[in-house]
């Protein structure tokens, strides 16, 4: 068990829709958008065992912020996770206008503590969002769907 303060694993996922904000996304077309990504999102964490009612998560605009339960190991979570939403992407992207297709851009992060403030620390400190906030693109991994 374990408490405030104390370091405990956790995974976290950060998930961002390049090009969210492109004049060409309408604003039908970014509601449909994000409507896709939460789909996309819980679904896959669904298929990596991971109850979206359970987990830590935030809104972020053009993407979200989940920080899943401790007791999830991180590996096949992450294993599992990239495998469903990139069928899903295919899927999803095969179907839809092209306004509304998806480029994600996942990142997850190392261990935080057990404390409310470890989710703002990361939420300020955290490369991925620096790198978002400042424009630079970050490298896609090889599971990424173009």
């Known amino acids: 068990m374990t408490g405030p303060g104390q370091a405990v694993h956790r995974t976290i ?6 090009g969210f904000g492109d ?30 009612e359970g987990s830590y998560h935030e809104d972020r605009g053009d993407g979200l912020f989940a920080l899943i339960p401790p007791e999830y190991v991180k590996a096949p979570l992450v294993q599992v996770l990239t495998g469903a939403l990139a069928d899903a992407l295919r899927e999803h992207n095969d179907r839809c206008p092209s306004a509304q297709r998806i480029r994600l ?13 470890a989710v703002l620390r990361c939420r300020d400190n955290c ?19 173009r």
């Open 105 to 117: 851009r996942m990142l997850d992060q190392p261990p935080t503590r057990s404390h409310p403030a």
């Open 127 to 145: 490369p991925g969002h620096r790198q978002r906030s400042s424009g630079a693109s970050s490298t896609s991994p090889p599971w990424t769907t």
């Open 23 to 52: 004049p060409l996304r309408t604003l039908p077309h970014q509601v449909g958008t994000r409507s896709a990504l939460y789909r996309l999102v819980v679904g896959g964490l669904r298929a990596a065992g991971v109850a979206w």
């Open 13 to 18: 996922v950060v998930v961002d829709v390049e």
